[in-house]
Protein backbone atom coordinates (compact mmCIF):
# COMPACT_ATOMS: atom_id res chain seq x y z
CA UNK A 1 0.00 0.00 0.00
CA UNK A 2 1.71 3.72 -1.27
CA UNK A 3 1.25 6.98 0.79
CA UNK A 4 -1.87 7.50 -1.16
CA UNK A 5 -3.27 4.20 -0.32
CA UNK A 6 -2.03 4.97 3.42
CA UNK A 7 -3.29 8.50 3.95
CA UNK A 8 -6.66 9.35 2.00
CA UNK A 9 -8.08 5.78 2.04
CA UNK A 10 -11.64 5.64 0.60
CA UNK A 11 -10.62 8.08 -1.36
CA UNK A 12 -9.99 6.78 -4.49
CA UNK A 13 -13.13 4.70 -4.35
CA UNK A 14 -14.93 8.07 -4.44
CA UNK A 15 -12.89 9.47 -7.43
CA UNK A 16 -14.00 7.06 -9.47
CA UNK A 17 -17.96 6.88 -8.57
CA UNK A 18 -17.77 10.85 -8.37
CA UNK A 19 -15.20 12.31 -10.25
CA UNK A 20 -13.60 14.78 -7.49
CA UNK A 21 -12.06 14.54 -4.57
CA UNK A 22 -10.74 17.36 -1.87
CA UNK A 23 -7.43 16.48 -0.11
CA UNK A 24 -7.30 19.60 2.50
CA UNK A 25 -4.07 21.13 3.16
CA UNK A 26 -1.98 19.05 0.75
CA UNK A 27 0.35 21.86 0.14
CA UNK A 28 2.99 22.72 2.51
CA UNK A 29 2.25 26.27 4.29
CA UNK A 30 5.39 27.79 3.25
CA UNK A 31 4.91 26.91 -0.17
CA UNK A 32 1.41 28.50 -0.35
CA UNK A 33 2.54 31.94 1.52
CA UNK A 34 4.93 32.52 -1.09
CA UNK A 35 2.94 31.84 -3.76
CA UNK A 36 -0.14 34.62 -2.24
CA UNK A 37 2.78 36.94 -1.56
CA UNK A 38 3.63 36.77 -5.00
CA UNK A 39 0.14 36.85 -6.14
CA UNK A 40 -0.38 40.22 -3.89
CA UNK A 41 2.91 41.62 -5.13
CA UNK A 42 1.89 41.48 -8.83
CA UNK A 43 -1.54 42.53 -8.29
CA UNK A 44 -0.38 46.04 -6.05
CA UNK A 45 1.39 47.59 -8.74
CA UNK A 46 -2.60 47.34 -10.52
CA UNK A 47 -4.27 48.84 -7.34
CA UNK A 48 -5.96 46.60 -6.13
CA UNK A 49 -4.28 45.04 -3.58
CA UNK A 50 -2.95 47.69 -0.87
CA UNK A 51 -2.56 47.70 2.72
CA UNK A 52 -2.96 44.11 3.27
CA UNK A 53 -6.64 44.16 1.58
CA UNK A 54 -8.74 44.23 -1.43
CA UNK A 55 -9.73 47.25 -2.91
CA UNK A 56 -12.24 45.84 -6.13
CA UNK A 57 -15.96 47.76 -4.73
CA UNK A 58 -15.52 50.29 -7.78
CA UNK A 59 -14.97 46.80 -10.15
CA UNK A 60 -18.25 45.13 -9.15
CA UNK A 61 -20.07 45.92 -12.45
CA UNK A 62 -17.18 45.53 -14.58
CA UNK A 63 -17.11 43.75 -17.36
CA UNK A 64 -16.11 39.66 -17.03
CA UNK A 65 -13.08 40.21 -19.31
CA UNK A 66 -11.83 42.86 -16.48
CA UNK A 67 -11.09 39.85 -14.39
CA UNK A 68 -9.11 38.06 -17.30
CA UNK A 69 -7.10 40.85 -17.52
CA UNK A 70 -6.23 41.04 -14.15
CA UNK A 71 -5.44 37.49 -14.08
CA UNK A 72 -2.82 37.70 -16.50
CA UNK A 73 -0.93 39.77 -14.16
CA UNK A 74 -0.68 36.65 -12.23
CA UNK A 75 0.73 34.29 -15.22
CA UNK A 76 4.34 32.92 -15.13
CA UNK A 77 5.29 33.58 -11.46
CA UNK A 78 7.78 30.87 -10.26
CA UNK A 79 6.03 30.39 -6.74
CA UNK A 80 3.24 28.93 -8.77
CA UNK A 81 5.40 26.03 -9.99
CA UNK A 82 6.42 24.74 -6.58
CA UNK A 83 2.67 24.61 -5.65
CA UNK A 84 2.46 21.54 -8.31
CA UNK A 85 5.08 19.47 -7.08
CA UNK A 86 5.55 16.92 -4.08
CA UNK A 87 2.71 15.91 -3.02
CA UNK A 88 0.07 16.38 -5.81
CA UNK A 89 2.17 14.59 -8.84
CA UNK A 90 1.79 11.82 -6.73
CA UNK A 91 -1.84 11.89 -6.27
CA UNK A 92 -2.36 12.27 -9.27
CA UNK A 93 -0.33 9.31 -10.52
CA UNK A 94 -2.49 6.90 -7.99
CA UNK A 95 -5.46 8.55 -9.49
CA UNK A 96 -4.08 7.24 -13.09
CA UNK A 97 -2.84 4.21 -12.27
CA UNK A 98 0.47 4.94 -12.13
CA UNK A 99 0.37 5.33 -15.55
CA UNK A 100 2.99 7.98 -18.05
CA UNK A 101 1.32 11.18 -17.80
CA UNK A 102 2.37 14.77 -19.64
CA UNK A 103 1.23 18.48 -18.62
CA UNK A 104 -0.95 20.29 -20.69
CA UNK A 105 0.06 23.15 -19.49
CA UNK A 106 3.55 24.64 -19.80
CA UNK A 107 2.97 26.93 -16.37
CA UNK A 108 -0.06 26.21 -13.68
CA UNK A 109 -2.98 28.72 -15.25
CA UNK A 110 -4.48 31.56 -12.99
CA UNK A 111 -8.12 31.53 -12.32
CA UNK A 112 -9.50 35.45 -11.16
CA UNK A 113 -12.72 35.93 -11.14
CA UNK A 114 -13.96 39.76 -9.75
CA UNK A 115 -16.61 40.03 -7.40
CA UNK A 116 -19.78 40.34 -10.27
CA UNK A 117 -22.86 39.38 -8.53
CA UNK A 118 -25.32 40.72 -5.81
CA UNK A 119 -26.66 37.29 -6.00
CA UNK A 120 -26.14 33.51 -6.37
CA UNK A 121 -26.94 30.74 -8.33
CA UNK A 122 -26.02 27.64 -10.04
CA UNK A 123 -25.53 28.95 -13.76
CA UNK A 124 -27.77 27.10 -16.45
CA UNK A 125 -25.71 28.16 -19.08
CA UNK A 126 -21.27 27.46 -20.12
CA UNK A 127 -21.26 23.89 -18.82
CA UNK A 128 -18.74 22.51 -21.19
CA UNK A 129 -15.68 19.80 -21.26
CA UNK A 130 -12.02 20.90 -22.00
CA UNK A 131 -11.53 17.24 -23.96
CA UNK A 132 -13.48 15.73 -25.84
CA UNK A 133 -15.03 11.87 -24.71
CA UNK A 134 -12.74 9.66 -26.30
CA UNK A 135 -13.08 6.35 -28.02
CA UNK A 136 -11.40 4.14 -25.82
CA UNK A 137 -13.86 4.95 -22.55
CA UNK A 138 -11.51 5.50 -20.21
CA UNK A 139 -10.49 9.00 -17.75
CA UNK A 140 -7.57 10.86 -20.35
CA UNK A 141 -6.07 12.81 -17.15
CA UNK A 142 -6.69 14.55 -14.13
CA UNK A 143 -7.08 18.31 -13.44
CA UNK A 144 -6.10 19.63 -10.04
CA UNK A 145 -7.27 22.95 -8.52
CA UNK A 146 -5.60 24.75 -5.77
CA UNK A 147 -6.39 28.15 -3.92
CA UNK A 148 -4.33 30.89 -3.53
CA UNK A 149 -6.48 32.99 -1.11
CA UNK A 150 -9.57 31.20 1.01
CA UNK A 151 -12.74 30.84 -1.61
CA UNK A 152 -15.67 31.20 0.38
CA UNK A 153 -19.34 29.44 -0.97
CA UNK A 154 -20.58 31.59 -3.93
CA UNK A 155 -17.24 33.06 -4.17
CA UNK A 156 -16.99 32.20 -7.93
CA UNK A 157 -14.92 28.69 -7.26
CA UNK A 158 -16.19 26.30 -10.21
CA UNK A 159 -18.79 24.61 -10.42
CA UNK A 160 -18.52 20.51 -11.94
CA UNK A 161 -21.31 17.59 -11.64
CA UNK A 162 -19.61 14.78 -9.62
CA UNK A 163 -20.59 11.53 -11.23
CA UNK A 164 -21.16 12.81 -14.81
CA UNK A 165 -17.86 11.44 -16.00
CA UNK A 166 -19.16 7.65 -16.04
CA UNK A 167 -21.88 8.90 -18.55
CA UNK A 168 -21.65 8.42 -22.21
CA UNK A 169 -18.52 6.38 -22.57
CA UNK A 170 -19.25 4.80 -25.49
CA UNK A 171 -16.78 3.72 -28.31
CA UNK A 172 -16.50 6.93 -30.00
CA UNK A 173 -14.97 10.47 -29.85
CA UNK A 174 -17.63 13.16 -28.55
CA UNK A 175 -17.08 16.80 -28.71
CA UNK A 176 -17.71 18.86 -25.70
CA UNK A 177 -20.75 20.38 -27.42
CA UNK A 178 -21.98 16.68 -28.51
CA UNK A 179 -21.54 15.55 -24.82
CA UNK A 180 -24.12 18.26 -23.79
CA UNK A 181 -26.29 17.97 -26.60
CA UNK A 182 -26.99 14.51 -25.72
CA UNK A 183 -27.03 14.87 -21.94
CA UNK A 184 -29.73 17.41 -22.42
CA UNK A 185 -31.62 14.61 -23.80
CA UNK A 186 -31.65 13.22 -19.64
CA UNK A 187 -34.37 14.78 -17.41
CA UNK A 188 -31.57 15.72 -14.90
CA UNK A 189 -29.40 17.94 -17.47
CA UNK A 190 -32.65 19.63 -19.31
CA UNK A 191 -32.88 21.19 -15.72
CA UNK A 192 -29.52 22.02 -15.01
CA UNK A 193 -29.26 23.83 -18.18
CA UNK A 194 -32.31 25.53 -18.19
CA UNK A 195 -33.14 29.45 -17.57
CA UNK A 196 -36.58 28.66 -16.53
CA UNK A 197 -35.84 25.49 -13.87
CA UNK A 198 -36.40 27.29 -10.20
CA UNK A 199 -34.85 26.17 -6.78
CA UNK A 200 -31.09 25.87 -8.27
CA UNK A 201 -29.66 25.33 -5.09
CA UNK A 202 -30.82 21.66 -4.96
CA UNK A 203 -28.53 20.90 -7.42
CA UNK A 204 -26.39 21.15 -4.78
CA UNK A 205 -28.06 20.21 -1.52
CA UNK A 206 -29.29 16.81 -3.37
CA UNK A 207 -28.68 14.05 -5.33
CA UNK A 208 -29.93 13.33 -8.75
CA UNK A 209 -29.90 10.77 -10.95
CA UNK A 210 -29.20 9.45 -14.72
CA UNK A 211 -30.09 5.70 -14.56
CA UNK A 212 -28.30 4.13 -11.65
CA UNK A 213 -25.47 6.99 -11.87
CA UNK A 214 -25.48 9.67 -8.97
CA UNK A 215 -25.13 13.50 -9.91
CA UNK A 216 -24.82 15.86 -7.97
CA UNK A 217 -23.49 19.66 -8.47
CA UNK A 218 -19.85 20.69 -6.00
CA UNK A 219 -19.09 24.09 -5.66
CA UNK A 220 -14.73 24.28 -5.34
CA UNK A 221 -14.64 26.41 -2.48
CA UNK A 222 -11.75 25.81 0.57
CA UNK A 223 -8.59 27.42 1.70
CA UNK A 224 -5.08 27.94 0.66
CA UNK A 225 -3.31 24.49 0.30
CA UNK A 226 -6.68 22.64 -0.63
CA UNK A 227 -6.37 20.99 -3.58
CA UNK A 228 -9.24 19.65 -5.88
CA UNK A 229 -8.75 16.64 -7.90
CA UNK A 230 -10.99 16.60 -11.37
CA UNK A 231 -11.74 14.00 -13.82
CA UNK A 232 -11.50 15.06 -17.23
CA UNK A 233 -14.63 14.01 -18.49
CA UNK A 234 -16.52 15.91 -15.35
CA UNK A 235 -18.76 18.66 -16.38
CA UNK A 236 -18.05 21.59 -15.42
CA UNK A 237 -18.48 25.74 -15.59
CA UNK A 238 -17.26 28.83 -14.14
CA UNK A 239 -18.98 30.48 -11.40
CA UNK A 240 -20.39 33.99 -10.50
CA UNK A 241 -18.66 35.56 -7.50
CA UNK A 242 -21.18 36.93 -5.04
CA UNK A 243 -18.19 37.88 -2.43
CA UNK A 244 -16.16 40.66 -1.80
CA UNK A 245 -13.18 39.96 -2.54
CA UNK A 246 -11.65 38.02 -5.94
CA UNK A 247 -11.57 34.44 -6.50
CA UNK A 248 -8.13 33.28 -7.08
CA UNK A 249 -7.04 29.65 -7.86
CA UNK A 250 -4.60 27.67 -9.87
CA UNK A 251 -4.92 25.15 -12.47
CA UNK A 252 -3.13 22.67 -14.22
CA UNK A 253 -3.93 19.68 -16.39
CA UNK A 254 -2.13 16.03 -16.31
CA UNK A 255 -2.68 14.01 -18.98
CA UNK A 256 -2.17 10.44 -19.92
CA UNK A 257 0.54 10.04 -22.11
CA UNK A 258 -1.12 7.31 -24.29
CA UNK A 259 -3.94 9.88 -24.89
CA UNK A 260 -1.58 12.73 -26.47
CA UNK A 261 -2.25 11.80 -29.71
CA UNK A 262 -6.04 11.15 -29.32
CA UNK A 263 -6.38 14.81 -27.47
CA UNK A 264 -3.16 16.80 -29.39
CA UNK A 265 -3.32 15.08 -32.59
CA UNK A 266 -3.89 17.42 -36.45
CA UNK A 267 -6.95 15.39 -37.06
CA UNK A 268 -8.31 15.62 -33.82
CA UNK A 269 -7.12 18.53 -32.27
CA UNK A 270 -10.36 20.28 -30.21
CA UNK A 271 -9.91 23.70 -28.36
CA UNK A 272 -9.46 23.83 -24.75
CA UNK A 273 -11.24 26.33 -22.48
Known amino acids: ?38 ARD ?7 WEDGGWLVDHLRQAPINEGAKFGRKLKGAPEFDELVVGEIPNVVARLLDDRPTFCGMAVPQPLFTLPNADSWEVPHNVWHLDV ?33 HRLLNGNERISSKNVKRRLKDEPYFRDLMSADTP ?24 EPGDVYFVDL ?3 HTPAPNATPVPRIMLTRRFFLESQREAIYGDDNRETMS
Open 233 to 235: RVL
Open 199 to 222: NRQRFIDEVGHCGDVELQVVEMHG
Open 132 to 164: PRLPDCGIPGVQIFTFLETVAPTGGGTLVVAGS
Open 1 to 38: MNSFDREYEGQLAAFRDRGVIRLEGLIPPEKVEAAVNA
Open 42 to 48: RMSPAGI
